[in-house]
């Protein structure tokens, strides 16, 4: 089945610590973005990618990095600069056209201990 | 401001009744506009997708867009408990803009 898998589904970080969110998809698709969510907040974009070797950043790309070495592969890491990233991380993909909608990974939930 | 406006809630309803959630928007370039819906601690599932001004009904539910008035609409009739979640509306512009912007939830409860 296509679709997108996001791992781990949890995971603990300590101060100081890099850790890295997983995010592979099947769907072919040519764009893929990672969101961060917060109680009321909704979506926030952190950073996409629209094809492979490039990526940009969203609104909230502090504290973060990505890359996009394959089509298939999008990880996104939480460095130590991030000063408040427990939260959900959704990772989604299109085809790369406005008129298309997104799919959704399960979501990693990170917290800091 | 943002871009996209959604009452966060939650709405509370009985088993049966009909829903009304909408979202704002203020950027005039959205054409595309969707509404998800996230249960708890889950990825966001597509529900409804339409383009322009219009409704698209599909079973118990049906979307509204009302691009004069920045406005859009989703009704859940016969509502279930199933169908308690959280509803996102995201909208998307002409080609080259780069995701899309979602609302921040209403997150709804229906009591049986």
């Known amino acids: 089945d296509g679709g997108i898998t996001q791992s781990p589904k949890y995971l603990f970080r300590k101060e100081g610590q890099n850790v890295t969110l997983s995010c592979e998809q099947n769907l072919n698709h040519d764009a893929m973005y990672w969101y961060r969510q917060d109680p009321g907040q909704g979506l926030r974009l952190i950073y996409y990618?629209?094809?492979?070797?490039?990526?940009q950043k969203g609104d909230i790309a502090e504290g973060y990095s990505v890359s996009r070495e394959k089509k298939e592969s999008f990880p996104l890491t939480v460095t130590s600069a991030q000063k408040n990233p427990t939260a959900f991380y959704l990772c989604a993909s299109r085809t790369g056209t406005a008129n298309t909608e997104a799919f959704f990974g399960q979501g990693t939930r990170l917290t800091v201990v | 401001q943002k871009e996209v406006e959604q009452d966060p809630g939650p709405l509370s309803v009985p088993e049966g009744a009909i829903v009304s959630l909408n979202c704002t928007y203020s950027n005039s370039a959205f054409q595309y506009f969707m509404w998800y819906r996230q249960y708890s601690r889950k990825g966001p599932e597509l529900l409804m997708y339409t383009y322009s001004s219009g409704n698209k009904e599909d079973g118990r539910f049906t979307a509204q867009v009302d691009k004069s008035s920045k406005y859009i609409s989703l009704f859940i009739r016969d509502s279930q408990p199933s169908d308690s979640a959280t509803y996102l509306c995201a909208m998307s512009g002409a080609a080259g803009r780069r995701a899309l912007t979602f609302g921040s939830g209403t997150r709804l409860q229906v009591q049986p």
């Open positions: 990618s629209q094809i492979v070797n490039d990526f």
